[in-house]
């Protein structure tokens, strides 16, 4: 954790990287929804916190003033471009972008991958059966986006270590390190780069090969436009996904009449997935302001930047009664844990799908748990919410 000013004044000095934020961010964000819905700060070169779901989706509709250009909040100037298209694209760009990448997602591409994610959860508890204690995240939920999106990517399976560094170096150390940001950006552009060499010579049945074989107006993809796109599906098919399922093991953890009733009754176990991300929604994105604007009366200055927090935008009771309490038969909800607007995750169908057999393997092989020291459990910092440690008692 790097030593920083206190936030003396969340409305006008905010830091999303303040401990206090990381450990604990929903009375920070009910307060400034209160009393100032929009909050700004001077750090990281400017930034704009609006806290209401209506204000978060106007902005991630508003592509003219809100470019996706960057979409991270960092202390500096970015030291190099690293386009991940389509994330990073705006009108028309995206579009096209977008489209190369639908078919790999579709729920039923989507259906084939779950017999193999079964298998991968179900080899992970058994490294610690039997054992009176694991961790939620270490032991399991860390795992297994790696090995799924290795697997549709074609690349190794041992390397996990490696990609975990690689997340580690683009969503949290580089916030504040440009160093790590372009170490770690050469090393992954070498590293695909080698990979689509060699899909070039040898295709497979792989999403590689299929960047590599895709056309955009019947053109070939670029390489720039390809290894932005692979970055963009290892780290958004990793990061997130893993804080999404720590997520929703550290609240059955410490919430045993949750945890026994959905053992007891599977069938509610999609309603409450969807109650479980909009709960613990682990994405914030970020926007620049490319030009003066107003939303909801609130004027937004060019050069500036926006974090766009869907988990904040989750937590708004103008949109979700009791928007606190985690509702696991909750009817209406129409969260953003997956964005809004034209980037709303295209990995949706994937991420719904790991976090749905993560916790039904889990609760079928170890259907009671709690936390071993709830004080001892820490959130990661950045753009992405999750427990990186969950120690649990079994």
């Not at 929009?38 to 003033?65: C, M, N, S, W």
């Not at 580089?174 to 695909?192: C, H, K, N, R």
């Not at 904040?312 to 009664?321: G, H, L, S, V």
């Not at 709303?344 to 936390?371: D, Q, W, Y």
Request: charged residues 25%.
């Amino acid at each position: 954790m790097n030593i920083r000013p206190p936030v003396e004044d969340w409305a006008t000095d905010f830091d999303h990287l303040d401990p206090r934020w990381i450990e604990d961010p929903f009375p920070i964000w009910a307060e400034l929804r209160s009393s100032c819905p929009v909050a700004h700060t001077d750090r990281f070169q400017g930034v704009y916190l609006p806290t209401r779901y209506k204000d978060i989706r106007e902005i991630a509709y508003h592509t003219e003033a809100f470019s996706s250009r960057r979409v991270q909040v960092r202390a500096t100037p970015p030291p190099v471009k690293s386009p991940a298209p389509p994330i990073t694209s705006d009108p028309p760009h995206h579009r096209l972008a977008r489209m190369v990448l639908l078919l790999p997602f579709t729920p039923a591409a989507i259906d084939k991958l779950i017999p193999g994610t079964r298998a991968i959860c179900n080899e992970l508890i058994d490294r610690f059966a039997g054992k009176n204690q694991c961790d939620a995240a270490l032991d399991y939920a860390q795992h297994i986006p790696v090995l799924v999106i290795a697997r549709m990517l074609g690349l190794p399976a041992d390397q996990g270590e490696k990609f975990r560094d690689w997340v580690h170096g683009l969503v949290e150390a580089a916030v504040l390190d440009d160093e790590a940001m372009v170490g770690t950006l050469e090393e992954m552009t070498a590293y695909f780069l080698e990979q689509v060499q060699r899909r070039r010579k040898t295709p497979s049945e792989d999403l590689i090969s299929y960047l590599v074989a895709a056309r955009v107006d019947v053109q070939p993809l670029t390489d720039n436009h390809i290894l932005g796109t692979l970055r963009l599906l290892l780290i958004a098919g990793i990061d997130t996904t893993w804080s999404g399922i720590g997520a929703c093991l550290w609240h059955l953890a410490r919430t045993p009449e949750d945890r026994r009733r959905l053992a007891s009754d599977p069938a509610l176990m999609p309603t409450a997935i969807e109650e479980l991300l909009r709960a613990y929604s682990p994405v914030t994105m970020a926007r620049m302001v490319t030009k003066d604007t107003v939303v909801e009366g609130c004027p937004y200055k060019a050069g500036q930047m926006v974090l766009l927090s869907f988990p904040a935008a989750n937590r708004d009771p103008a949109m979700f009664p009791d928007a606190d309490k985690v509702i696991i038969d909750r009817k209406e909800n129409r969260h953003a844990a997956f964005g809004l607007g034209i980037h709303r995750c295209i990995g949706s169908n994937l991420a719904r799908m790991e976090l749905t057999v993560a916790v039904e393997e889990f609760l079928k092989r170890v259907p009671e748990f709690h936390l071993a020291d709830p004080k001892a459990v820490r959130w990661s910092e950045g753009a992405v919410r999750g427990p990186p440690r969950a120690a649990l008692e079994v």
